[in-house]
């Protein structure tokens, strides 16, 4: 396995001391699944037990259509991580293959089932302890099940082919097959003798669990997705790369990202690093570049000799690339960042790919560019990355400025809190649990119930607080009680748990398991009520009378009690600018003299001065953080907190 330092120096990506590395190359692990090719008795195997091994699993094999075996692909895909073999067996199939076409594909799978247990049957010395098993190394739900069970079709048609299915099945020697996957080697639209990209194609859905990026709608709606640039959306035989989102899922190669400052990186084209910029408040929420070469393995159609892809990716999004509004709701899970601002992988459902997509030298990803470098709620995140250039034949070199984070308000400890309200619960899944630090336990609202909605819980958080960002996760189970994940909401804080005013804050959210982030303006309050209006069915409609909260989480603080020497009445005072540099203006109502005190989060004073109906304070002196600024006439106190740069 490569060190760190190797790797910097082979890959030539140059870190400051404000950047951050991780993942690996080399890590040879050894995988092994198993292979069932399915033989009709009307369509006689085409190939060979020994070209279907090589095919599978040799490292040095090619034929006309496979550049590469299925092996090869994912050793070099996962940057030498991952060497998956796979145990082969052919079956031959007691009906016709038109009979497998004539049924259900809930049907057509049985027949896989049969193939399993007919290997059982026919080779009781078969070491199934020898194949691999889904395991927290793989990011996917199912776990315990075998890692990879495939199954090739000698003819495109019977029902099941062509797609990854999740039946959770035990055979009968016990063994458990949570997913499993079946292709052809040769589909009907294909101009060459076998296309892998089928069977690669599905084993990534069946194996790592990663999504499709082409658009799965048909009609009017249809967009290209991703078009040529990934596995997951592409088609040719010598088979796309994965892309970079995938490569960071799993970290694969090195995975470089900046927090802040200016770097200059360079990439080798399809090699072992990758940038991966992340949103601060949602690491579900990227931007990943990485650099390709049309002459490269599997880039017969990039549209330029060397070239950025930029991609911008979302794993809130529950669905494949069906949703191509480029919307704060409606976006790709996965998108490419075109470099010309056309947006046609959104816009045409014939377009794969053009050189436009590209980021070549005399283009920028920044701010003001279009596509800009916001994240998909709308907020800016002040990323540019500028001044592209070629270095070599297969290198590309640019500069990456990325904007020092904001001050955020720590975490607000659950210990103090307290449930007040909430609609009757499930047996075992009551309100508290949605606030007790743990995942697998939530609060959920069974389906039959009777409470009118928006079902709302109310939450004493014990003491008062100034509160500027709201988390929410949804429950996680795979199995019922499930479902109930909100969808719109309304979140409120009040003082007194009696009057709630307008809502801080409100929106919907995605139909995920993943937290969820929703900022506002600082606020004070010692209660919430977190109002969900309505929550999401799996088939996208928000129509579920259920209501599920795995936990709830808040970020704020409480004022220093050495500040807090009587009830604060507001008087009409205006503090700005918040955040502030250097002078930080105090503006009141009246013309009554005030007395300024500037605090830390300690009860320190740290300033005092004296005004009348305005001043400026100079705050230049103090050091970055978040401070109290008090202001007290004879009859009133004023307190606003404030952050300086």
Known sequence: MKTLPFLIASALVLLSANQSAFGQTDANTKYKGIAIYIDYPDVPASVTPARLDSLINGLAYQEEGAARSFRKYWYEQSRRN??????????PAPQPSTYYESITWQEGILLWKDALEWIIAQNPNFDWRSLSVTDDRFDKPSKGGLASVMVISSKWGPKGVGASHGPNWTLSNGVKVTTIYGSVLKSPWDTTPVNLFMTLHESAHGIFGFPDTYDTDDGAAHSGGTGFYSLMSGGLPDVEPIGGPFLAQYRWGMTVEPQSGTTTVTLRADGDSMVVLRNPYDPH???????????NNGNSLFPAALGLLIWHTDSKVFTSNRLSDMTPLKHYRNSIEQADGRFELERSATNRGNIGD?????????PDSKPDTKWWDGRASGINITDIQFSGTDHMRFTI???????RLPEIPQTEWRLVSAPPSQTGYQGFKAFDGKLSTYYHVPWGNVSPRPHEMVIDLGQEYQINEFYYTANTNTVAPWEGRVADYKVYLSVDGTSWGTPVSSGTFFYTELTQYSLFANSQGRYL???CINSWLGDGSQADMRTSIAEINLRGSKLPSGIMDSATVGYGLTLYPNPVNDVLNIQTSGLKESVAGIYNLNGKLLINKTIAGSAGIDVSGLPAGFYVAKIKTDAHIEIRKFIKN
């Open 529 to 531: 009520k977190f109002e």
């Open 285 to 295: 929420e990227y931007f990943t570049i990485e650099a390709r070469k049309k002459s």
């Open 358 to 366: 590209l980021y070549l030298p005399g283009r920028s990803f920044t």
């Open 82 to 91: 991952i060497d998956f073999t796979h145990d082969i067996f052919f079956y």
């Open 401 to 407: 400025s990325v904007p020092e984070p904001g001050i």
